[in-house]
């Protein structure tokens, strides 16, 4: 299997549940960052999490904790430039990194293959996942090489938003039906709690 990182964006404020970590919330039994690990460590070789903040509070999962590099909670850009950067140093033999949102538990088992597979048959930069008929971009591919191109974007031109940036460059796009749910369903909000359980109910039966 080729080499790849995986980066759990945890870096946000969080701002529509009142703060905190999204991913700390409870379901079924556990938070969901525990059910976003357990999908994406079985499709990468390494996972790391993107969070700002005191690390203490998810040293428990033994796993890197790595914070923006650009200060100002500049968004999942960031998160992406940061899991870029990491491997870098890192993890040197790995060519890409694929990140997931922190309050999303039931993206795709095999979300990672079907980006690859979307890069390869479009001869693409990057690609990202899509349902519904929208893009998700916070679920990408992306090459570590593009590491010094992204920073200088942000930093020299402010670039924060992720389609500003793909804009740029060939980008594939990996979708996913969004029946009988969404996989990219994000608890974003406090009444996305109860949602989230509804599913995770139906993916049980």
């Not at 679920?139 to 090489?145: I, S, T, Y």
């Not at 920073?151 to 992720?162: C, L, P, S």
Request: with cysteine; hydrophobic share 50%.
């Amino acid at each position: 299997m080729t080499e790849i990182v995986g980066v759990v964006l945890a870096g946000g404020l969080a701002r529509r549940m009142g703060g905190g970590d999204k991913g700390l919330i409870e379901l079924e039994g556990r938070v969901i960052l525990d059910h976003v690990l357990e999908r994406l460590a079985a499709q990468v070789t390494r996972v790391i999490i993107n969070a700002n903040g005191e690390p203490a509070r998810l040293a428990g999962y033994g796993l890197p904790i790595v914070a923006d590099s650009i200060e100002g909670f500049a968004g999942p850009l960031a998160g992406v430039l940061a899991g870029m950067e990491w491997a870098a140093r890192q993890c040197p033999d790995a060519t890409w990194i694929v990140t997931a949102a922190t309050d999303t538990p039931f993206f795709p088992r095999d979300l990672v293959v079907r980006l690859q597979q979307a890069v390869a048959d479009e001869d693409a930069d990057m690609a990202c996942a899509a349902s519904g008929g929208r893009h998700h971009p916070v679920f990408g591919l992306w090459p570590v090489a593009l590491a010094p191109a992204l920073r200088h974007a942000m930093t020299a031109e402010d670039i924060r938003k992720v389609d500003a940036w793909t804009a740029r460059h060939r980008l594939a796009v990996a979708g996913f039906a969004d029946q009988p749910y969404d996989p990219f369903f994000n608890v974003n909000r406090p009444e996305d709690v109860a949602e989230a359980g509804r599913i995770a109910s139906e993916c049980r039966a």
